[in-house]
Structure formats: C-alpha cells, structure tokens
C-alpha cells in the first residue's frame, strides 16, 4: 500500500522556521519527482514546490521562493520542505503529492502549519 | 500561470440526478506531446485530495464509471450521472499542462438538497 505520511507541522510565529517531513512507503521513491502544495483553511489548493528524482531539478511558486526549500533522500525515501521567514498567509495545511500527469496520483494526509503570534 | 475558472462554485443536487460542473482555462492545454493533461479532484470535508479524473477523461483506479470527464482546449466538464450521498464535497480541476505551476480552479461545493 502507498503510503506518503506528513508531519513537522505545528504553530509558530511570524518570522520562524519549521521542516516538514513527508515519509513515502509502498513504491520506489528514487523515481518519483516530488511536489508540496498546501490549502489554507477553508480555500482551494496551491502548488508551492517540486524536486526531481535526483534533485538536479527545482521549482517554487513565487510566493515562497527565498523563503522555503524543498530537498529529499531518497536512502531514506523522505521530501522535506524547510520553510523560513513565516507569515500569517502561510497558514494551511500542507500536503506532499506525486506527479499527477500519470496514470498513478498519490498524496499525503496532510499536516497543519498556524502561523500566530 | 494559467488560470483554472469553474462554474458554478456551488452545486446543490438531488440524489439520484445528474450534475455538472465546468472548468475553463485561460489559454489551451493542449501538451507539445499532444496530450492535455487536466486533471479532476474530488476532496471529503477533512480529507486529502483524491484524483478522479487524469488527462481529461480517464478515470482513476476505482473510480465509479458514473463520474465522467470531458472536453479539449480550454473548456471542461466533470459529470456525475448519478449522485450519492457520498459524492459530497468539493471538487477541483488542476491543470499540469503549462508547468510549474501547477494551478488548480477555485472548487465546486457538491451538496446535498
């Protein structure tokens, strides 16, 4: 059985830092690129980031560029998403998910970043 | 980026009838490859993200064959033939055509009447 487990999340204050942690089971991680995206409470859906299989390739929205890093190993079949300097709209919950243009779709159950002083 | 719009953003049905919802882009999402990868998500209140639907109108891996998608270009339709109770929620398309990024249409909230 797939599995892509979350965590890391938690509250923070604006202008600190958290890691996530998303942990993949039941397929072979090292040749899948990798994604996050993240729904704020009560809004749609948002890609924030992708990692290739090898990490020679990265993407950002806008938003979150300089800001958050997406990294993995695959030894340990892990995507980690480093995020810094953080706001209020960064509020949601974030999911990591596989590539969605192939006939497998697979994403996490997500985990809870509340950004408040 | 390419913009997702979807109509309407609220959907109450009846069980047992049909429902409709639309998704227009805002510019073609036909691939280099030929391919035209837009995809339909259903999300459960309190759930991840489920695809339903890839490449338009393929149905993902146990995926009742009441949920159809359709469309080309720019214009698409995600139908339920007939709805059930578990049908609830909200639902997305997302293109993967035009990427990074990805971008996904605000949802439509499926309700019961």
């Known amino acids: 059985e797939v599995q892509l487990v979350e965590s890391g999340g938690g509250v923070v204050q604006p202008g600190g830092s958290l890691r996530l942690s998303c942990a993949a089971s039941?397929?072979?991680?090292?040749?899948?690129?990798m994604n996050w995206v993240r729904q704020a409470p009560g809004k749609g859906l948002e890609w924030l980031s992708y990692?290739?299989?090898?990490?020679?390739?990265?993407y950002y929205e806008d938003s979150v560029k300089g800001r958050f890093t997406i990294s993995r190993d695959n030894a340990k079949s892990s995507l980690y998403l480093q995020m810094n300097s953080l706001r209020a709209e960064d509020t949601a919950v974030y999911y990591c998910?596989?590539?969605?243009?192939?006939?497998?779709?697979?994403w996490g159950q997500g985990t809870l970043v509340t950004v408040s002083s | 980026d390419v913009v997702m719009t979807q109509s309407p953003l609220s959907l109450p049905v009846t069980l047992g009838q049909p429902a409709s919802m639309s998704c227009r882009s805002s510019?073609?999402?036909?691939?280099?490859?030929?391919?035209?990868?837009v995809n339909w998500y259903q999300q459960r209140p309190g759930q991840s993200p489920r695809r339903l639907i890839f490449s338009v109108s393929k149905r993902d891996s146990g995926v009742p064959d009441r949920i159809s998608g359709s469309g080309s270009g720019t214009d698409f339709t995600l139908k339920i033939s007939r709805v059930e109770a578990e049908d609830v929620g909200v639902y997305y398309c997302m293109q993967a055509t035009h990427w990074p990024p990805w971008t996904f249409g605000q949802g439509t909230k499926v309700e019961i009447k």
């Open positions: 510019q073609s999402l036909v691939h280099s490859d030929g391919n035209t990868y």
């Open positions: 998910a596989s590539p969605q243009r192939g006939i497998t779709s697979y």
């Open positions: 039941g397929f072979i991680f090292s040749n899948f690129g």
């Open positions: 990692i290739s299989s090898s990490s020679s390739t990265i």
